[in-house]
């Protein structure tokens, strides 16, 4: 089962651009976490989908049960992230992805959740003022309310051992690569369960040979079928429209909507 990301960095960061980019590129490899929250829903929100929308009591009673990695007040009312919201997105084989403050990303790391921790850096501070300005939306105010912030943010990302990766967003095509480079697992070898099955299911959809497994792995994240050699004897049949992704042990096969596990 592949490791849930905890992503964090301060507002204006870009760390959502870089997230959006993702979703959009791999939609059947990753999925944010439902949040609970005791505020009532909005105009077009749905329950279970946008968030699990609780009573003040159901949410303190997950508290008392140790059902949230982290949790916090926000306006009067409640959020945090539960353990079954993480299981559930674990449950579909997509990679569960936690957009998280700092003080979240310090409750999570105490907790037995074996995650991969991201931090998104601007390049300096004066770019990121730069940044919330060119917004148009904050007033003087809440900029610096949302730089002091995003000091304890960099402050903390400093502390050793705080995050995996740090990753700095001083251009966004770079920053993207360096993203998908750390959360795209490509494999190495196919000596452990995950890998066998999916070089069994690999051999009998595909009519590929096992000895040339690995190597059709380091072809990339997105090849199309048309590009892999014919020694690796996929028939012109499977090849057309058709495309292999291969990512953190499974096979996605956009032209039919399939995840092979």
């Not at 916090?72 to 449950?91: L, P």
């Amino acid at each position: 089962m592949s490791k849930p990301i905890v992503i964090s960095g301060p507002s204006g960061s870009g760390k959502s651009t870089l997230l959006t980019r993702l979703f959009k590129e791999f939609p059947e490899c990753f999925a944010f976490s439902v949040s609970h929250t005791t505020r009532n829903p909005r105009s077009g929100e749905e329950n279970g989908k946008d968030y699990h929308f609780v009573t003040r009591e159901q949410f303190e009673k997950m508290i008392d049960e140790n059902g949230f990695l982290e949790h916090a007040q926000f306006s009067g009312n409640r959020y945090g992230t539960s353990k079954m919201a993480v299981e559930e997105i674990q449950k579909t084989g997509k990679i569960c992805v936690l957009d998280v403050e700092i003080n979240g990303v310090k409750s999570i790391k105490g907790t037995d959740l074996n995650a991969q921790y991201l931090f998104v850096k601007p390049p300096s501070m004066e770019a990121l003022r730069e940044r919330l300005q060119s917004r148009g939306t904050e007033t003087k105010e809440s900029l610096e309310k949302r730089l002091n912030t995003a000091k304890e943010a960099l402050d903390y990302a400093e502390e050793n051992g705080s995050y995996d990766h740090i990753i700095v967003n001083d251009d966004l095509e770079k920053a993207y690569t360096s993203l998908k480079d750390i959360v795209i697992e490509r494999p190495k070898n196919f000596l452990n369960e995950d890998f066998s099955r999916l070089a069994l299911t690999m051999k009998s959809a595909y009519r590929i040979s096992l000895g040339k497994l690995p190597k059709l792995c380091y072809l990339g994240m997105q090849t199309s079928i048309d590009e892999i050699p014919t020694s690796y004897s996929i028939s012109r049949s499977r090849r057309q429209d058709k495309i292999i992704r291969i990512y953190a042990g499974r096979v996605v096969n956009p032209g039919i909507s399939n995840i092979v596990k």
